[in-house]
């Protein structure tokens, strides 16, 4: 089985600040994912990616496969980003489908 | 954007009792699955499902869960005599794999209390 840790497991930070949230896996995957989960419980997709660089706004996501390493990125912060950023990759390596999470990382933007 | 659906959106069941959690799927997904989250906890799989059969299933799946898909549109979580330690918010996500991309969507999910 896969083994995911999140580093840091909370974190805070002013409005505006560029944010940087890591997740190493322990076992060679395809694609990782990268999931945001609101106070409310729901989790959105963020970015499903599986070599370089992803950007959406003012998210990045890079994923280095050889180092099982991937970071996510928050540029220009906002409190509307506080929420717990969960990275998820393969539960039991490439070719299997369902997933594995960390512990997640709880983001809280203070203005 | 199709989404995936989940009811109810909040239970509350006794011990003992048995529940039924339902999912609608993304229509034209061939994977579909349940995962659930304890208070606190990190995200978990439970099971999956393709073909009309589990595909796999997790240490944490056993013979009080049960999962069919009854009528090719809901995919059901079946917990027979519940526990309080059952008690999580409980996901249900589909997907359409390939050999490069197997993007889960995520339902809003169900949060089950049970007392």
């Known amino acids: 089985k896969n083994e995911v840790e999140q580093s840091p497991q909370n974190l805070t930070a002013q409005e505006g600040e560029f944010i940087t949230i890591n997740c190493s896996y322990s076992?060679?995957?395809?694609?990782l994912h990268w999931l945001q989960q609101h106070p409310g419980g729901g989790i959105v997709s963020l970015f499903m990616l599986s070599s370089g660089k992803k950007k959406h706004g003012r998210l990045i996501a890079t994923i280095n496969i050889q180092e099982k390493h991937s970071s996510l990125h928050i540029t220009a912060s906002h409190p509307r980003d506080s929420a717990v950023y969960i990275c998820a990759v393969p539960y039991s390596g490439a070719g299997s489908y369902q997933l594995t999470f960390g512990k997640g990382t709880k983001l809280s933007v203070i203005p | 954007e199709p989404e995936v659906t989940q009811t109810p959106s909040h239970q509350v069941t006794q011990m003992g009792q048995e529940v039924i959690l339902r999912c609608v799927p993304i229509s034209n997904h061939l994977y579909f699955y349940w995962y659930r989250q304890i208070l606190g906890q990190k995200v978990e799989f439970l099971v999956s499902f393709y073909n009309n059969e589990i595909s796999e299933k997790s240490e944490i799946f056993d013979d009080q869960f049960s999962v069919e898909r009854p009528d090719g549109s809901n995919f059901t979580l079946k917990i027979r005599s519940t526990k309080l330690e059952d008690s999580a918010m409980y996901f249900c996500?589909?997907?359409?794999?390939?050999?490069?991309?197997?993007?889960?969507?995520f339902g809003p999910g169900t949060r089950l209390t049970v007392t």
């Open positions: 996500a589909s997907s359409v794999p390939d050999r490069r991309t197997y993007e889960q969507y």
């Open positions: 076992v060679g995957i395809s694609a």
